[in-house]
């Protein structure tokens, strides 16, 4: 019986130590999960803490353009999202096909990072007061700047990265020809080519990226397409009002010329300068019709040369049949060849047919051709002492004089001269000679002489004037001299010379 006793009381103790083992693991256990949750709950909280009271970071769950930037700093999402933007494919294409292909990076377009932070801190604090243990997805949008590289936006499109098989071909404005089988001058079409013109193709990348960022500035590639946008712009095209009107003032003034003829007139005489000459003068060029000056003032030199009669030799032929030479040459024509020369560039203009004089620095009574006399002039011999007047080929009257005495200071000037006025009744004077004396007809030519009465002289012609000749003038008996003044008028020529 008391092993029995013995047993149970060994059993006892057995049952008691391991029920004191049993708590004592529990124990140890339940401490290690409330220190495990204890360290649990101090890292949620410390995690809760940085994330709700770290403003640096973005939103969880959030998305900015489809472009995942949830919990990141301000910098690390700015980052992401201009890598995403610059990593963007830009291809090229033409006709249908692909010709080249580069990244937004590559052709220097960027997004403005300094506007880009502002618009993420913006977000970022508007959303910080909704945030919470369980934050719903967003997918926002913002405002964004596109910054631009000119110098390597201009590189990546240079022209050798769209070349094809067939050489390009430059655009052509319309333009103004002469067709010399019309006889006109014409329009000529403009050609649209397709060589690139980088500024066009700036902007039709710009329209490109417009159209693309409609919804969103993050793609994954942007399709440019290469057409006439793209291309050397042909500025001018044959209806071009300005081109039209150029053509029209070009052939209407190709017209006058071929119109125009200019008759000029010497008296009875006509020299015709006909249309054909005048076209002969004209340089058509591409750009307009313009006269050869050169060959204008050579016209007006010969014409000149053949016509002027004032200060040249003049060969005059006497009453008497012989011919003299005249060096003193007053008396004639001149043509203003300047004058002439802008006359004549005007008339040309005109589309009709002018006749007129040419214009004249010097002008003599009348002409007949180069024959300046034409039957009207007043012909003094002074070696026979004689006086001649003709007018219209008639002889009026003849009657002998007396001329200057043949000294130095008093002979009687020779030449051609024309008479400048005439005075009735006239006080001739000399404070040189010392005289003062009453005339009835004064009709001077040159130097202070001139053709007058002398009612003191009782004889004319003969060798008088060798010992009582004026002091310069022509005298003349008074009916002689009332028949000359009453028949000219001034400007009436005189010859006056001498044989011997």
Not at 61 to 79: C, D, F, P
Not at 305 to 314: P, S
Not at 445 to 458: E, I, K, P, S, Y
Request: proline content about 1%; some cysteine; hydrophobic content about 35%.
């Amino acid at each position: 019986m008391d092993q029995d006793r013995n047993t149970y009381y060994r059993r006892e103790r057995e049952y008691q130590r391991k029920k004191t083992e049993l708590e004592a693991k529990r124990r140890r256990t339940l401490l290690k999960q409330a220190a495990a949750l204890v360290i649990v709950l101090l890292f949620v909280c410390l995690f809760l803490g940085d994330y709700f009271l770290d403003q640096t970071r973005m939103a969880h769950r959030l998305s900015i353009y489809g472009v995942n930037v949830s919990g990141m700093t301000i910098e690390k999402a700015a980052q992401k999202l201009e890598k995403t933007f610059e990593e963007t494919e830009l291809i090229f294409r033409e006709n249908g096909e692909e010709l080249y292909r580069t990244t937004f990076e590559a052709a220097g377009f960027s997004l403005d990072d300094s506007a880009l932070r502002e618009e993420l801190e913006q977000v970022q604090s508007e959303l910080l007061g909704e945030r919470g243990f369980i934050e719903k997805k967003r997918d926002i949008t913002i405002d964004y700047t596109i910054l631009t590289d000119e110098e390597k936006l201009s590189a990546a499109i240079s022209a050798e990265h769209f070349e094809v098989e067939l050489s390009r071909t430059m655009s052509e404005d319309a333009y103004l020809e002469y067709d010399s089988d019309a006889g006109a001058f014409v329009i000529r079409s403009s050609w649209q080519g397709n060589v690139i013109d980088e500024d066009n193709l700036k902007q039709v990348i710009s329209d490109a990226m417009e159209e693309a960022f409609a919804e969103s500035p993050i793609q994954e590639s942007v399709t440019v397409r290469l057409d006439v946008r793209s291309y050397q712009t042909v500025s001018v095209t044959e209806t071009d009002e300005e081109l039209v009107i150029k053509a029209n003032q070009l052939n209407e003034s190709l017209a006058n010329y071929k119109n125009t003829s200019v008759v000029y007139t010497f008296g009875s005489q006509t020299v015709v300068l006909d249309s054909d000459t005048i076209c002969s003068w004209l340089e058509i060029t591409d750009e307009g019709v313009e006269l050869d000056t050169s060959k204008i003032q050579t016209y007006i030199d010969e014409l000149a040369a053949a016509y002027d009669t004032k200060y040249i030799e003049r060969y005059f032929t006497t009453t008497a049949g012989d011919t003299v030479t005249v060096s003193n040459n007053e008396y004639g024509y001149t043509i203003d060849q300047d004058g002439e020369y802008a006359q004549l560039c005007e008339d040309l203009q005109s589309g009709t047919q002018i006749e007129s004089e040419p214009v004249y620095s010097n002008e003599g009574l009348t002409r007949n051709g180069t024959d300046d006399l034409a039957g009207s002039y007043i012909e003094v011999s002074l070696d026979q002492q004689y006086l001649w007047l003709y007018k219209d080929y008639s002889l009026i009257i003849g009657t002998d004089i007396v001329s200057g005495k043949p000294t130095e200071d008093r002979e009687t000037l020779q030449g051609a001269f024309s008479i400048a006025y005439k005075a009735s009744p006239y006080t001739l004077s000399s404070e040189y000679y010392g005289y003062e004396t009453d005339v009835t007809y004064w009709m001077p030519f040159a130097n202070g002489q001139g053709l007058h009465d002398a009612t003191w002289r009782a004889t004319f012609g003969g060798n008088r004037y060798e010992t009582y000749g004026s002091h310069g003038c022509i005298n003349l008996p008074l009916a002689a001299a009332e028949t000359i003044y009453n028949t000219i008028t001034a400007g009436y020529p005189i010859i006056i010379y001498s044989r011997e």
